[in-house]
């Protein structure tokens, strides 16, 4: 049993191991929920580490997330740490699924490969949670300072959660959720590590969410459980025999040359909503050059939905119009005419 300031904890299952990282299910014995705890060790780990540790998780328990609503953005965020110097190991205690989760590494050990369908139906839930997370106020305790979002910052196959209603056998029809779990932020508070003084700019961090993301896909698009560094596509032979081109074309484009070409969670996931989740559904909507997509990319604004704006027809003709008539009025003025309201003959009209 854990027990933290907040109440006392029960480990009940294992679900997940790895160096130096155990996942468990648990229950909070006071509400009686379903909690995931994960426990964090190292021998190396001195009291004075330990300390250290509880210090910066505490500062991080500080931060407020405010989602605005009650939609479920799927983000696994500790709501209590606890620290044990005696026994060198910390812990962080997570609100669980509805159903028991799984690591997606855990679960693609047991399939050949996932097929576009459901890949689809995975990113269009990972692409969600990361434009809340890019786009959410970020409201520090006991400071006026509010920070634009954040980055997860360690996407991979382990840190992403799957959860399966066990009442459905087939999880090829794309009914399982999607959670994100070990941000960055946790991750750097417990391990330590060392933060380089000049920080890459918030918008290279998102990039860089889009990227892994992408390569993420490939890997289950594969059943691969690893893949090269500089792993490229266009590439591998196995590659071009997905039947999915479409879908193909979308995540080479998130996993870019040196970037993401979208700017942002929130234009990626508009783009893969227009792609067909069925290959023969609808003719490809990637017709221009991948590399020069960046511009053909629409940016959802927050608050007029692109629906709303005039169509561009319409501004043409309006333009046009409108500058005939100032034209007009001009030269009536050089000739020092008077401006004669407009006469129009009745047609068809009998008396």
């Not at 910066?56 to 609503?69: K, P, R, T, V, Y």
């Not at 997570?94 to 050990?109: A, F, G, I, N």
Request: with cysteine; net charge negative.
């Amino acid at each position: 049993m854990l027990s933290g300031r907040e109440g006392q904890y029960a480990i009940q299952h294992q679900l997940q191991t790895r160096p130096g990282v155990r996942t468990y299910t648990g229950k909070d014995l006071q509400t009686q929920t379903p909690v995931i705890i994960k426990e964090y060790y190292s021998f190396w780990w001195t009291i004075s580490d330990i300390q250290q540790i509880e210090l910066q998780l505490e500062q991080l328990e500080a931060i407020d997330f405010h989602s605005g609503g009650v939609q479920d953005f799927r983000l696994l965020v500790p709501q209590e740490s606890i620290a044990s110097s005696k026994d060198h190991r910390c812990y962080l205690v997570l609100k669980s699924p509805q159903y028991r989760p799984r690591s997606l590494r855990s679960y693609l050990e047991t399939q050949d490969y996932l097929p576009p369908k459901v890949v689809h139906h995975f990113l269009s839930q990972v692409l969600q949670s990361l434009w809340f997370l890019h786009s959410l106020p970020l409201y520090l305790e006991d400071s006026d300072e509010v920070q634009k979002g954040i980055a997860h910052g360690n996407l991979n196959l382990d840190s992403i959660l799957i959860a399966i209603d066990p009442a459905i056998q087939n999880t090829q029809i794309s009914q399982f959720q999607v959670y994100l779990q070990d941000l960055q932020l946790w991750e750097a508070a417990i391990w330590h590590t060392t933060q380089p003084q000049s920080q890459p700019a918030f918008k290279i961090k998102k990039q860089k969410d889009l990227q892994d993301l992408g390569k993420i896909a490939a890997q289950l698009l594969l059943g691969e459980l690893d893949l090269p560094e500089a792993w490229n596509p266009l590439n591998d032979p196995r590659w071009q025999d997905i039947p999915h081109d479409p879908l193909k074309q979308f995540i080479q484009q998130l996993i870019g040359s040196e970037s993401s070409t979208f700017s942002g969670a929130k234009a990626a996931r508009s783009w893969l909503l227009s792609i067909p989740v069925d290959v023969e559904a609808s003719p490809t909507p990637f017709e221009a050059d991948p590399l020069t997509e960046r511009n053909s990319v629409p940016e959802l604004e927050e608050d007029i939905e692109e629906s709303d704006a005039p169509p561009t027809y319409f501004k043409v003709a309006f333009a046009i119009v409108f500058s005939a008539l100032i034209l007009n009025i001009g030269v009536l003025w050089m000739r020092g005419e008077p401006f004669k309201a407009p006469t129009f003959n009745q047609v068809g009209t009998t008396r």
